[in-house]
């Protein structure tokens, strides 16, 4: 079955210092790949999302490039801020006939101090 | 535009009892799934469902069920509480035509069991 696995956290860094969350992930076919970010207390929302080998996802200065070959869509940043502080997920979701479904890592909280 | 939209936001129940969750899509979204959010861990999948029909179902016992209204809102039903059910709830929804816009959440409901 599919799977993601992410670094394991929690991460604390100071601000304005480069942030790496490595995800791997194991699936059939050809998975689209997400990060969403949650803040305490609230849901998910999508940071950025990749759906073929080779494309790079970007928002709010955050990145991340889908690696076929590796099976990895690690996130960066190059200088976070104390507002970045949230946990955040990767995701695949896959394109099976039993419909689409999102399958998630288990996170890691991030922590950014002044 | 509202987003998606869920109710009741917090809940407490009692061991045995039954719970019904509401989600409303973003307007023209036609497809909804539920997940299970475990304290610390990443959101499981439930279910999802387009057009009214259920086209996924997650690893869940028979205790849990959902259905799809003509609107497209949404009703995830558990019966017979267990104290492991206590998680935040997250619905999403999604435009069709494709798994590559990406999901967007609510903002969940948090059930505690007691």
């Known amino acids: 079955g599919n799977s993601v696995t992410q670094m394991e956290g929690p991460v604390t860094l100071s601000e304005e210092a480069f942030l790496t969350i490595n995800c791997t992930y194991t699936?059939?076919?050809?998975?689209?790949l997400f990060w969403y970010v949650q803040y305490p207390g609230e849901g998910l929302q999508l940071l950025l999302k990749a759906t073929k080998a080779d494309d790079k996802g970007s928002n709010k200065g955050f990145e991340a490039t889908y690696r076929k070959e590796t099976t990895s869509f690690h996130l960066e940043k190059g200088s976070v801020q104390v507002s970045d502080s949230a946990v955040y997920f990767c995701a695949l979701s896959d394109r099976g006939t039993s419909g689409s479904r999102l399958t998630f890592g288990e996170g890691t909280q991030l922590t950014v101090n002044p | 535009d509202a987003g998606v939209t869920q109710s009741p936001t917090h809940l407490i129940k009692t061991r045995g009892q039954h719970v019904t969750l509401r989600c409303s899509p973003i307007s023209g979204h036609k497809s909804v799934s539920w997940y299970q959010q475990v304290l610390g861990q990443g959101p499981q999948f439930i279910f999802q469902?387009?057009?009214?029909?259920?086209?996924g179902r997650g690893n869940f016992p028979d205790r849990f069920s959902a259905r799809q209204f003509p609107n497209y809102s949404s009703e995830l039903n558990v019966n017979a509480l267990l104290l492991g059910d206590s998680a935040l709830y997250l619905c999403a929804s999604r435009p069709s035509g494709g798994l590559d816009y990406g999901y967007t959440f609510g903002s969940g409901t948090r059930l505690t069991v007691v």
């Open positions: 469902y387009y057009e009214k029909e259920e086209r």
């Open positions: 699936a059939t076919g050809y998975p689209s």
